[in-house]
């Protein structure tokens, strides 16, 4: 399978701790997206990649939060101190930059902050 | 990108054909109409996208009004794992390539 690939597809962590999440998208995609989404909404746009520069961040993304696609490959979220409020699906989404515009995305990892 | 509006559920009986409506009165000239599922616990699918004309792929038909203010997605037989969350989006693309702005859904529910 070559599709966009998450991992952990699951975490639960303690208040306070750190997370990093790993995305690894289709290997020819330009772009890369994080999106977040709570139990009952649809999801909801962070931040988003071109190569390994990070071109858009939403205002969602508190300072807790980082990402990274230091070789314009795969790509990390992390979420230092996590809160109770951390806890939801992330997904990873990658595109092209030309020509087909749809946007694949990845199974996601669930966070649960206790 | 413009906003839409749907349904928040719709049921549908196993093979035959789920309408899924959509408004967009606000959507712009640029803009297409993007639909996306999303199955329990899994990531969004991309389904099918249009700017005026309709379009059919192997998955659904788009049907957009001429005055592009609301579009209908039709799924020619539904089946029970056509049961998700539909999701209507109004995508400008450029700069914006990927970066999709989610509404609420519908919830289509495909029963035997």
Known sequence: DTGVSQDPRHKITKRGQNVTFRCDPISEHNRLYWYRQTLGQGPEFLTYFQNEAQLEKSRLLSDRFSAERPKGSFSTLEIQRTEQGDSAMYLCASSLVFGNTEAFFGQGTRLTVV | ?112
């Open chain 2, 1 to 112: 990108d413009a906003k839409t509006t749907q349904p928040p559920s719709m049921d549908c009986a196993e093979g035959r054909a789920a309408n899924l409506p959509c408004n967009h009165s606000t959507i712009s000239g640029n803009e297409y109409v993007y639909w996306y599922r999303q199955i329990h616990s899994q990531g969004p699918q991309y389904i099918i996208h249009g700017l005026k004309n309709n379009e059919t792929n192997e998955m659904a038909s788009l049907i957009i009004t001429e005055d592009r203010k609301s579009s209908t997605l039709i799924l020619p037989h539904a089946t029970l794992r056509d049961t998700a969350v539909y999701y209507c989006i109004a995508y400008a693309g450029g700069t914006s390539y990927g970066k999709l702005t989610f509404g609420q859904g519908t919830i289509l529910t495909v029963h035997p």
